[in-house]
């Protein structure tokens, strides 16, 4: 008779630990998925400071002469805030490419652009596009380089290594500006 207690005594504490080590187990996996979506959360939630991005780009090319935020009244493609479009803007102006703006509105052929996105998904959509029209005479986009929910664009209207310094330039802007 004393072996049955002392058998059932050792079955309440294996099945007490192995539910302790559950609990732990479960309790460190819920831990690690709020850390992960925290910092998905956090990365998400921030914002390029296109003032200060701009005042960057001016200063490291003097040839830049006009830049402008979109804003409903100034978008280009009145597109801003849509759903699946950019939820934030701004293009500039370079000299080098010969393509005086025509207005205040001028388009990213005029030097480039910068356009933010809700998410990355939307960003890559956005590259894609716009990759389907590169060599198009009439509606070349330019380069196009995404950076997160960013996507960036230097005008086809550069030279082959200024488009390629321009848009690398760019893009470090954005992973400064996203750390």
Do not use: C, W
Not at 46 to 75: C, G, H, M, R, V
Not at 88 to 113: H, V
Not at 116 to 137: I, L, T
Not at 141 to 168: C, F, K, W
């Amino acid at each position: 008779m004393k072996k049955l207690p002392l058998i059932i005594t050792m079955l309440v504490v294996v099945a007490a630990a192995g539910a302790g080590g559950y609990i732990l187990l479960n309790h460190k996996a819920q831990s690690t998925n709020a850390s992960a979506t925290t910092t998905a959360s956090t990365q998400a939630k921030k914002q390029l400071d296109l003032n200060a991005f701009l005042a960057n780009l001016k200063a490291k090319y003097p040839t830049i002469q006009q830049t402008y935020i979109y804003s409903e009244s100034q978008d280009p493609n009145g597109n801003l805030g849509k759903a699946g479009y950019y939820i934030a803007g701004a293009e500039f102006y370079d000299t080098r490419t010969n393509t005086p703006p025509d207005g205040t509105a001028f388009g990213a052929d005029s030097g480039g652009a910068i356009e933010v996105y809700a998410n990355s998904s939307d960003a890559a959509k956005r590259v894609a596009y716009g990759k389907q029209f590169q060599g198009d005479p009439m509606l070349d986009p330019g380069a196009l380089e995404q950076v997160n929910n960013v996507v960036v664009r230097a005008s086809s209207q550069y030279t082959a290594s200024d488009q390629t310094d321009m848009i690398n330039y760019l893009a470090s802007q954005v992973q400064a500006q996203l750390k």
